[in-house]
């Protein structure tokens, strides 16, 4: 049972990370590295980034886009935001489930909170990783047990942001949250009964 594996620490450098985790992460912050640097050149790449990426109706002659659009942020305090619980959650996941399983609910929830979106949002398009934050979040909640309290503090957090977004800031496509949210639990309750997904439980 959940309450007799060892609890899931914190990663503190890089290098506690699983080289696919690692990549992530790369790869979101140098996106928001070029784009800050174009917007410094007064290059218009973020806007065209957003343009060919964004969360929107042409998913339909791009589905690509279901996932694109977490790649591209509004700035680095959009990115920031979102990175913290990404790094937490990745980290969680990929321990207890697996890296295969980290990389499925990763997908899982960018597609679901796109879904969610376009099926519910009334913004004319999304961009960002909070789908990906609140689906990773949602799928630690299953061994919650093993969880830090860092972990726990920032679970909580994102369950308040839920509902006082919807109320006080609807343009933050809660939409999203919410579904990619439910995707990550149903994905990560799934993979806990697939012995293909899990990693070994420490011994």
Not at 116 to 133: C, D, E, K, Q, Y
Not at 161 to 177: C, K, M, N, R
Request: aromatic fraction near 10%.
């Amino acid at each position: 049972m959940n309450h007799q594996l060892p609890k899931i620490t914190i990663p503190t450098t890089p290098a506690d990370l699983h080289p696919s985790v690692r990549g992530l992460i790369l790869v979101l912050a140098a996106a928001e590295l070029l784009f800050a640097l174009s917007s410094a050149l007064d290059a218009p790449l973020r806007e065209q980034a957003i343009s060919a990426l964004a969360a929107n109706l042409a998913w339909t002659a791009e589905p690509y886009r279901l996932i694109s659009y977490g790649f591209v942020h509004a700035d680095y305090l959009h990115l920031l935001f979102n990175l913290v619980p990404i790094v937490l959650f990745s980290d969680a996941v990929s321990l207890r489930l697996g890296v295969k399983a980290w990389a499925f609910l990763s997908l899982l929830s960018l597609a679901g909170g796109a879904a969610g979106f376009l099926l519910f949002g009334v913004s004319p398009a999304m961009i960002g990783a909070s789908g990906l934050a609140y689906g990773l979040a949602a799928a630690a909640l299953p061994f919650w047990r093993q969880l830090g309290a860092l972990h726990l503090l920032m679970l909580a957090a994102l369950a308040v942001l839920l509902p006082v977004s919807v109320w006080f800031a609807p343009g933050t496509a809660w939409e999203a949250h919410a579904t990619a949210a439910i995707c990550g639990f149903a994905g990560s309750l799934l993979i806990e009964r697939v012995s293909d997904f899990r990693a070994p439980a420490p011994e």
